[in-house]
């Protein structure tokens, strides 16, 4: 059975703040991983990983993958408020319980 | 189209009673997915469409539950004698291609289905 999970479960930091989300997995037939965010219903897309070591970025969000001991981290710098949002990873079809950010002032 | 769309956005229903659910998803997009996300948990994978066809059924809870799609486009998710458990936001997403190879999905905005 495919396995993905995902730390801390929420997070609470003060804006300015950076905050570094892990997500582990356990899957057959390993193609990608995928990085969600969720603010109110629907998902929207932050970053595929496919390959090994190679940082993927978009302004202050960056994400990681180490296919030799299976896990991605999604880091964000300078948080702002409008981060505050629920990170999903997912693995072929099976999505973690995601980590819960909520950014204060 | 726009987006990938989902009616009802809300559907409030009696125990026993069947209800459909519609996703509409983003024109062109071959593959079709649905999920259900239960208060504070993450998303539940339940069925995918390659085109008109579902490769992968396993992630149907039950027997209730089925679905179906017509001309590579719309899909519709039918819960028979929908059970107080089955209350839930029912998520649609779609992809250029099968997502397991690594597309990325657009989802719906999703239906908060509620069944008393």
């Known amino acids: 059975e495919d396995k993905v999970v995902q730390s801390p479960l929420s997070l609470v930091v003060h804006e300015g703040d950076t905050v570094t989300l892990n997500c582990s997995y356990e899957?057959?037939?390993?193609?990608?991983l995928l990085w969600y965010k969720q603010e109110k219903k629907a998902p929207t897309f932050l970053f595929m990983l496919t390959s090994s070591g190679i940082e993927k970025k978009s302004g202050r969000l960056s994400s990681i993958l180490d296919k030799k001991e299976l896990f991605s981290i999604l880091n964000i710098t300078a948080t702002q408020t409008g981060d505050s949002a629920v990170y999903l990873c997912a693995v072929k079809l099976t999505f973690g319980t995601g980590t819960r950010l909520q950014v204060t002032l | 189209g726009a987006g990938v769309s989902q009616s009802p956005s809300n559907k409030v229903t009696e125990k026993g009673k069947d209800v459909e659910l519609r996703c509409d998803p983003i024109s062109g997009h071959t593959a079709l997915y649905w999920y259900r996300q239960s208060l504070g948990q993450g998303l539940e994978f339940l069925i995918y469409?390659?085109?008109?066809?579902?490769?992968?059924k396993s992630g149907l809870p039950s027997d209730r539950f089925s679905a179906e799609r017509t001309g590579g486009s719309v899909s519709t998710l039918t819960i028979q004698r929908t059970q107080q458990e089955d209350s839930a936001v029912y998520l649609c997403a779609s992809s250029l291609g099968f997502g397991t190879g690594g597309y990325e999905q657009y989802f719906g905005p999703g239906t908060r289905l509620t069944v008393t």
């Open positions: 899957v057959t037939n390993f193609r990608s």
């Open positions: 469409f390659q085109g008109n066809s579902a490769p992968d």
